[in-house]
């Protein structure tokens, strides 16, 4: 496992607010569009492809649960 | 409705076989006078092979179609000796831009190392390659090219073909050691042989475009996504020779093919697109779907596939044609060693082994393009968007944005063919890569490595002193080319992209690509890899 998972992010609520705050104003499409915009930066800064394939079978639902690479 | 170009009629001649009623075997039946087909018949011809070449038209290509022709393709073009008037017709490009709405978002630079005989692409209507190509085979005595002979049906036997052909003086028999069917995406000989698809058909149709103007637009390659003269859609404009312009439009699923090829539907797209002040020509209008899908096998008994008729590509990235090319150039070497028993039929396995791999990776690479360019879901459009709307700021966004990955070739890298290397080495030029083009100096002139190769195997050799000028091995045999000696590596690069110390030596296959390396020269390696690469069971091991 290399993706991160513990906590960590110092301030959990602070960032939380601001995550919320930052899509307060904004419709359903826009907000989706704002949060795609989150992912591909992140996933950026992030880089390594273990990683973010890690992450995407922790985030896909249960049922649609994405087979490990080979 | 061209202005710029006459298509040539090419003549019907009854052939004397048809004439006399007489039903010859050949050792090689190529179906199909496109670009593959055509690479097929001089390729074969110039490695010794009496080819028969059967086309169900008589002429070349109508429309631009293919268009982008790259530096591996032109490279074997070269060997094929037509890439020189192609090279000096064609339009070199190496500038892309991509825009995104009404604003460039960022413009990429192909590249291409210096010092390569080739140019890293170039654009030229597929009827001047094809011109070209025909005028070339003209001059090669093992080959025949004939013209308004269709095949209509296709018997297979263990060691042959049949093929009843028909001609406008009525039908006749053929029979071939081989076929190799290179008739295109809606093969006939595909069909006949039971062959199907697997892979996707998109749902997304596109308008292709051949424009005359006199438009000071550079010589790039222009990309639009949902630009506003064609709203959520995606748009490319590449400049061809004779001031033709090839404008691609994107059109959606729901279109109705036969209603957007129409004038008065097409002219205002362009008109939108260009301005009301540029005049300009339509000459040639098509509508297309596209698929990303090949056949299971390139291999059916007696019957080889290749281009289209074995893979179809999506055309982002200038993959179809350019992979075609290189199918022929991995089968012609193959076919001449198995017709002359030097080889077994087991090497044109290798043929399917190698050219799947090849097609899986331009399928691969084509279908990424494509769930770019067409995005298939609400939240895949959004992430699309996303990239698109993040490049224009974020340089390191840029990578993700995907208007087509331009056509490379794919090395070989598990072939069966291949030695394993057993020492380190640096640079590109692993077993089952094709080989770099370097510039040379050949008593006291300057040339280049890729035309020193020549049509069968070559050894390689920074060694001072390699102990044979030419290494046989029974039936193979291999030309030895010593750096230093048959050529000057003035400016170091032969050195420097084969990582080449005293005493490295490469065994290169018929087809440019390596398929072995040491870092000395040891003839009985040598020979047990050229046995390898040509599929030949090692001694004592039957």
Sequence with gaps: MKLTTRANINDPDGFYQELIEAQRDLGDEEAARMTCKLVILLANHIGDRAVLSEALR???????????KA | MLKTYTYPEYPYRPSAEQREGRTLRHPVVV??????GLSAGLDFARRGIPVVILDDNNTVSVGSRAVCYAKRPLEILDRLGCADPLVAKGISWKIGKVFVRDRLAYQFDLLPESDHKMPAMINLQQYYLEEAM???????????????????????????ATLTIETPDGHFTMEADWVVACDGANSDTRRMTGGDFVGQFFQDRFLIADVVMQADFPTERWFWFDPPFHPNQSVLLHKQSDNVWRIDFQLGWNADPNEEKKPEKVIPRIRAMLGPNVPFELEWVSVYQFACRRMQSFRSGRVLFAGDAAHQISPFGARGANTGFQDIDNLGWKLKLVLDKVAPEALLDSYDAERIFAADDNLLNSTRSTDFITPKSVMSRRFRDAVLELAETVEGIRPLV????????????????????????KGRMAPGTNCDDAPVTIAGKPGWLLNLLGEGFTVLTFDTRPPVAKLDAGPLSARVLTVGQDFADTRGLVAARYDGEIGTTYLIRPDQHVAARWRSFDAAKITAAMRRACAIPAAGRR
Excluded: C, V
């Design chain 2, 134 to 160: 025909i005028a070339a085979i003209g001059r090669e005595k093992n080959a025949d090219l004939r013209w308004k002979h269709k095949l209509i049906a296709l018997k297979q036997h263990d060691d042959h």
């Design chain 2, 31 to 36: 179906i199909g006078a496109g670009p593959i």
């Design chain 2, 402 to 425: 995907n208007s087509g990955r331009l056509s490379r070739p794919t090395p070989y890298l598990d072939s069966p063919l291949n030695t394993p290397d057993t020492a380190p080495f």
């Design chain 1, 58 to 68: 922790l985030a896909a639902p249960k049922s649609a649960a994405i087979p490990p």
